[in-house]
């Protein structure tokens, strides 16, 4: 059973730094990308970052373009997102989700996580 | 970037009732347009992929089409558990981009 936790939100003042986790068990990691997405309350969702298989290729919204960095660690099944310069607009549970991907049906996000809230204030 | 366009942003509905929202993509986007349902408090759904395909487990009164710029998703009888947010994800290039979500009420 695909099974993925995030970790890691909390308040944290603007300017500041988060580092957010997600484990994933129930499959084999490294056989996907993995993607991070936002909805910050009352809003709609918001794709962040997807990274592919090995870690050697990642993707960014614009709104989070060098501020924001995704990684993995294959070995313990693992993705993060080093959050920088945060700002009251990031405000938004995280969730991360499985990222499936097929040349001729494109990708898509099979399995999320519940969440973890970031909350930017001063 | 690709820009989604998503009508309506809310609707009333009753059980029974045949559902349809609708996306717009701002240029071709094949059929990379995928399909989530949203709940307060609870992780996204995926619904459906590919613009057509029915997630497994997903019930069949679910279905999507279309495929270019407009994209459907209609829910052929709406159950009490489906009043929730509908949010459309094109991810025909590298930069994805969900539509604004509808929310059946």
């Known amino acids: 059973q695909v099974q993925l936790v995030e970790s890691g939100g909390g308040l944290v003042k603007p300017g500041g730094s988060l580092r957010l986790s997600c484990a994933a068990s129930g499959f084999t990691f490294s056989d996907f990308y993995m993607t991070w997405i936002r909805q910050a309350p009352g809003k709609g969702l918001e794709w962040i970052s997807y990274?592919?298989?090995?870690?050697?290729?990642?993707s960014y919204a614009d709104s989070v373009k060098d501020r924001f960095s995704i990684s993995r660690d294959n070995a313990k099944n693992s993705i993060y997102l080093q959050m920088n310069s945060l700002r009251a607009e990031d405000t938004a549970i995280y969730y991360c989700?499985?990222?499936?991907?097929?040349?001729?049906?494109?990708?898509?996000?099979?399995?999320w996580g519940p969440g973890t809230l970031v909350t930017v204030s001063s | 970037d690709i820009q989604m366009t998503q009508s309506p942003s809310s609707l009333s509905a009753s059980v029974g009732d045949r559902v349809t929202i609708t996306c717009r993509a701002s240029q071709s986007i094949s059929r990379f347009l995928n399909w989530y349902q949203v709940k307060p408090g609870k992780a996204p759904k995926l619904l459906i992929y590919a613009a057509s395909i029915l997630q497994n487990g997903v019930p069949s009164r679910f279905s999507g089409s279309g495929s270019g710029t407009d994209f459907t998703l209609t829910i052929t009888s709406l159950q009490s558990e489906d009043f929730a947010s509908y949010y459309c994800l094109q991810t025909y290039n590298n930069l994805w981009t969900f539509g604004q979500g509808t929310k059946v009420e």
């Open positions: 990274i592919t298989y090995s870690g050697t290729e990642m």
């Open positions: 989700a499985r990222h499936r991907r097929e040349l001729t049906r494109g990708d898509w996000l099979d399995s």
